[in-house]
């Protein structure tokens, strides 16, 4: 995918390859160890993207739960703390803030959703171009794996853009419910101050 970008090892953006250049550098070489390192390394790098989809996945739901645990005692709670929101500034904030909490539950969700990932096809288990020369058919292995990983690799992103989302509007909720409690705080102070005084 071209338009899409990855970090080298100095944390600089670079172009993903290509379909077109990852098969001329497994036509570069000659030596067939190279096409069993990365038959090996490339199951290895499977694996791990599999993994991480289903972490990514965990965490959102983790993340959804989480928001909808707030919401719902903010929710189940407003009969108390609504009475003590004084003016519309203040009760208008609280709303927002509540809003938000659901959109960030939204989000969290959502980047659980199910992203399509290339798998292995019978076609490209029995590619009838290389099944009979070994060495090529692995050429063509390792082929097959690099799309995977690309599609794997892209709904990553997806997920993590998401998830990143989802922390964002979550932590600004955050903010807005704590300008309108902060209010209730020192309303809480004052009546406390109020019947010190009168006793």
Not at 50 to 70: F, N, V
Not at 105 to 126: C, D, G
Request: glycine share 6%; charged share 20%; aromatic share 12%.
């Amino acid at each position: 995918m071209g338009d899409q970008y990855m970090l080298d090892a100095e944390g600089k953006t670079m172009p993903d390859l290509t379909c077109a250049e990852v098969k001329t550098r497994l036509k570069s070489y000659s030596d067939p160890a190279v096409t069993d390192e990365l038959y090996s390394s490339g199951q290895s790098l499977v694996a791990n993207a599999s993994e991480r989809m289903a972490k990514l996945d965990s965490k959102g739901l983790a993340l959804a739960a989480y928001s909808g645990g707030i919401l719902t005692i903010l929710i189940s709670t407003s009969a108390l703390w609504g009475k003590l929101l004084s003016g519309w500034f203040f009760p208008t904030v609280a709303e927002c803030g509540i809003l938000a909490i659901a959109l960030a539950a939204w989000l969290a969700v959502r980047s659980a959703y199910p992203q399509p990932i290339q798998w292995h096809t019978e076609n490209s288990w029995l590619e009838s171009q290389c099944i009979q020369d070994h060495e090529k058919l692995r050429r063509y292995r390792v082929l097959t794996m690099w799309k995977i990983l690309d599609s794997y690799f892209v709904a990553i992103r997806i997920k993590t853009h998401r998830m990143k989302m989802s922390l964002r509007v979550l932590h600004i909720a955050f903010g807005l419910l704590f300008i309108s409690f902060f209010q209730i705080a020192r309303l809480d102070t004052f009546f406390q101050r109020l019947s010190v005084w009168i006793r």
